[in-house]
């Protein structure tokens, strides 16, 4: 009897160890979770992704979407954003509406929207192959659970020193920092003593580190009911002062491959504005949101 109680109890512990792990791996991170081709409600929308393919340096994908109740609040398209999921050397993310300014194909049909449809093809990139591509996921930048926004300095020359989120567990800290004025020249430490330095309008070039146990950040996403994005403020809609501003964003959702034990992201991001609010004033922001996540099959 000892035994047999001993056997059951291991079959008992090994299936709730697979179950743990499945939901790792279906649900990551509070992410809604469908195959791609299937729809998800998501942001308000009954939102569909397929056809995952590469041409010349972009990932593209095809979307349709339709409001999931025509009288209730929806994202609106343009606070759309798409990204790649996978075992990625960096965020890759790009706006539903205007992200395919840099691909010259003419048959290409960016996404666009009307009032009760968005559909055509999202461009991410540069990124030239599948292999390490495991899916597609979409959030909004205005998309913010209540309750769950931290905001940080970041002002020029110094960034966002280094600083933990208590209930995430990830650590936030500048790799890299440079500024500019809205001709794209560059400013150095030296130009905070010169009084026409900072006239006029420009930007910043915030290269982040962020890192922490994927543990803990998963049991706060899906406690919280998604994952977090970090944003940095203030900023401009796409084009913006710099081409560099439009492709590294304002925003990037952390959502790392469900299989890895570690968050690990490095991501640059682009405060740009005023320049005085955009090198002095400027914030980092870690908030939780809603996401949804099209996986490829294995």
């Known amino acids: 009897m000892r035994a047999l ?23 990551p991170y509070g992410a809604l979770t469908a ?23 972009h990932v593209l994908v095809d979307v349709d979407a339709a409001p999931a109740q025509p009288d209730a609040p929806h994202a609106e398209p343009e606070d759309v954003r798409f990204g790649l999921y996978g075992a990625l050397a960096h965020p890759i993310e790009a706006n539903a509406i205007g992200g395919c300014r840099d691909v010259t194909n003419l048959a290409l049909q960016p996404v666009s929207s009307t009032p009760d449809r968005m559909s055509g093809t999202v461009c991410l990139g540069p990124h030239r ?73 420009g930007y910043m070039l915030l290269g982040l580190e962020i890192s922490g146990l994927a543990e803990q950040y998963r049991e706060a996403s899906l406690r919280r009911g998604g994952p977090t994005m970090v944003l940095v403020s203030p900023s401009l809609p796409a084009p913006g002062l710099s081409h560099a501003c439009d492709v590294y964003g304002a925003s ?26 955009a090198l002095l004033y400027s914030t980092v922001s870690v908030i939780g949101t809603h996401a949804g996540l099209w996986t490829v099959d294995d």
């Open 129 to 201: 192959d599948l292999v390490q591509v495991r899916g597609v996921y979409v959030y909004s930048p205005q998309d913010r659970i209540a309750g769950t926004t931290t905001a940080y300095p970041a002002a020029f020359p110094v960034g966002l020193p280094p600083t933990k989120d208590n209930e995430t567990g990830l650590s936030i800290k500048t790799t890299s920092i440079d500024a500019f004025n809205a001709d794209g020249a560059m400013l150095g430490p030296a130009a905070l003593g010169d009084p026409n330095a900072f006239q006029g309008n």
């Open 5 to 27: 109680t001993a056997t059951l109890a291991a079959i008992v512990l090994v299936a709730a160890s697979a179950c743990s792990g499945d939901d790792r791996l279906q649900s």
């Open 252 to 277: 990037m959702l952390v959502l790392p491959d469900a299989s890895r034990d570690a968050v690990q992201i490095r991501v640059s991001l682009c405060p740009q504005g005023e320049i005085n609010q």
């Open 35 to 57: 195959a791609v081709g299937e729809s998800l409600a998501v942001l308000g929308w009954n939102m569909s992704v397929s056809n995952l393919r590469v041409e010349g340096d």
